[in-house]
Nanobody
Framework: VQLQASGGGLVQAGGSLRLSCAAP????????MGWFRQAPAKEREFVAA????????SYADSVKGRFTISRDNAKNTVYLQMTSLKPEDTAVYYC?????????????????WGQGTQVTVSS
């Protein structure tokens, strides 16, 4: 299973970015998907997750109200819309496939990971 994350870049504080994660040729629609991030010298952390249907989502407290996760099963793609970005959102963002259709925030349960895309927020 290959996950291809894209959409990262450099943005000023208060700006927006939309990340995409494509899973071509994969039985995408029956699995939950998640976004995680890792800042320099910090551990990887959970950001957001969405269940197989898109009907259930979960967010880290630090991004609630600013980030929105969504998916398009017809395109085998999951998105992370990020608004009101802050310098502390700077990190490499990773998408990953969950082990089951339901949402989980447990990073250890995610079994396939994309390569990561860099998001840098300048102050």
């Amino acid at each position: 299973v290959q996950l291809q994350a894209s959409g990262g870049g450099l943005v000023q504080a208060g700006g927006s970015l939309r990340l995409s994660c494509a899973a071509p040729g994969h039985t995408f629609s029956i699995y939950a998907m998640g976004w995680f991030r890792q800042a320099p010298a910090k551990e990887r952390e959970f950001v957001a997750a969405i269940d197989w249907s898109g009907g259930s989502t979960s967010y880290a407290d630090s991004v609630k109200g600013r980030f929105t996760i969504s998916r398009d099963n017809a395109k085998n793609t999951v998105y992370l819309q990020m608004t009101s970005l802050k310098p502390e959102d700077t990190a490499v963002y990773y998408c990953a496939r969950g082990p089951a259709p339901q949402v989980t925030t447990n990073m250890r349960r995610y079994d396939y990971w994309g390569q990561g895309t860099q998001v840098t927020v300048s102050s």
